[in-house]
């Protein structure tokens, strides 16, 4: 066996994720999350990366022994240290800002390495001078096996999720067009993220230059796999109202989500409230992206708040009138 092959037999599909039923007051009308959380590196950034490392070996980008780097944080460092540690891969991730352990420790504790550059848009020349296989998930964005996964499972008539690479909201897309489904994909947008903007207007080189602070969604430019013509809904999100969502969700499902998760269950449940001012039922699926204990120090917690001066009560009386539990 080629080890071309072993690679490829270890970067095959995993077992689905489940289904969620999350209560909502809107007669007729369901609403289901999809809870990445499952994954083995607890994110839907787990599939990005096996999709980025898939594709490369399959392209003899990546062979045995080579260097992979990549210049991200959060999710997407520690999915990606995971699979570089099963495939025996050298892995470097340059992260943008000064070091913090609580960002470092995860990838170092899989064998990775991380170095932080300053500023932060500085991270994409600062990988590439590595040398190695930058996998480059913005330029990129290789496609996944989530939309073959979730429309196995049930037919939804709207799929919301948030956008980062843009990967996600264009699988969805472009699998319910191929196959023929009526389902319609939402994007949910944190504030200063471009992708709101950029599809309001219809211009895919749009930029706001400012960074959101919901992490692991939203992004200071339109990035090249976001695709126009494969979202059918751009949904702004307030970053307080994403905190608000994320308690909420975890106060009905016990699970310690990020603030990415709570956009796209805000985004979900105006969706659910439209369909329930027109007098129509159907199904509503929302990603959950994340669940973690590192989340209670931030997004749930009062003091973090306020310090990033988001006033949640006002959105979070919202979410209980919107919901049940």
Known sequence: ???????????????????????????????????????????????????????????????????????????????QAWFARRLGLPYVVVMPGERTEARARPVEALGGECRFVTPPLAIYDAARALGGHFLDQFGRAAPHDLAAELFGQVRPDWVVTGAGTGATSAGLGAWAREHGLPCRVAVADPDNSAYFPGWTLDAADYATGMPSRIEGIGRPRVEPGFRFDLVDLVIPVPDAASVAAARRLREVTGLPVGASSGTALWAALELVERLRARGEGGTVVSLIGDAAERHLATCHDDAWAVAKGLDVDPHLGTLRERTAA
């Open 1 to 79: 066996m080629t080890w071309t092959t072993y690679a490829l037999g270890l970067l095959g599909p995993e077992p689905p994720t489940p289904l969620i039923d999350f209560p909502v007051a809107a007669p007729g009308v369901r609403l289901l999350l999809k809870d990445e959380s499952r994954q083995p590196t607890r994110s839907l950034r787990h599939r990005h990366a096996r999709a980025l490392f898939r594709q490369a070996v399959a392209e003899g980008l990546i062979t045995e022994g080579t260097t992979v780097v990549e210049a991200t944080g959060g999710n997407a460092a520690v999915a």
